[in-house]
């Protein structure tokens, strides 16, 4: 499955305001809100935060992909955010996270959430894919360099 099938460009924060880990899940819940209303944004937090308790999702050179299992959810869920100024993430390497997909997925699934992970993983390996996001100017653009680095995966 692709991220493109999954993510609405209406869940892309171009410019996102966070300092620290918190709000970052708060405000890439809020992306995800905007596109899936029938979510308990309470509920989504608490998955996220209870993954973070059991290492941190921020997996270095600036990128963080923040996930957690949901009941009574059908499909994955996929927001995008950047953070140019940088947000500490905890990240293993002990830089700054300015790339974000947070994945929701249904509790129940194993391997198309695994999968998800190592995609996004691989599209943000490529370092001129990380810069192009870096600099891209809105979330259109965001979404379109997304769909074309994908196309090479």
């Known amino acids: 499955m692709k991220i493109t099938d999954l993510l609405n460009s209406a869940a ?72 140019r100024a940088g947000v500490d993430f905890d990240s293993m390497d002990g830089k700054p996270a300015h790339l974000f997909f947070l994945l929701i997925a249904p509790e129940e699934s194993v391997g198309v959430h695994l999968k998800t992970l190592a995609r996004i993983s691989k599209l943000l390996k490529n370092p001129e894919v990380r810069q192009r996001l870096i600099h891209a100017g809105n979330s259109q653009e965001l979404y379109r360099i997304i769909t074309e680095e994908e196309a090479n995966l």
Do not use: C
Request: proline share 1%.
């Open 12 to 83: 892309i924060v171009e410019d996102m305001r966070a300092v620290g880990k918190n709000e970052a899940l708060s405000e890439l819940t809020d992306a995800l809100l905007r596109v899936e209303n029938g979510l308990d944004r309470q509920q989504v937090l608490g998955v996220l935060q209870e993954r973070e308790r059991l290492g941190s999702t921020g997996i270095g050179d600036g990128v963080a992909i923040p996930h957690g299992k949901l009941r009574h959810i059908n499909n994955l869920l996929i927001s995008f955010g950047r953070s």
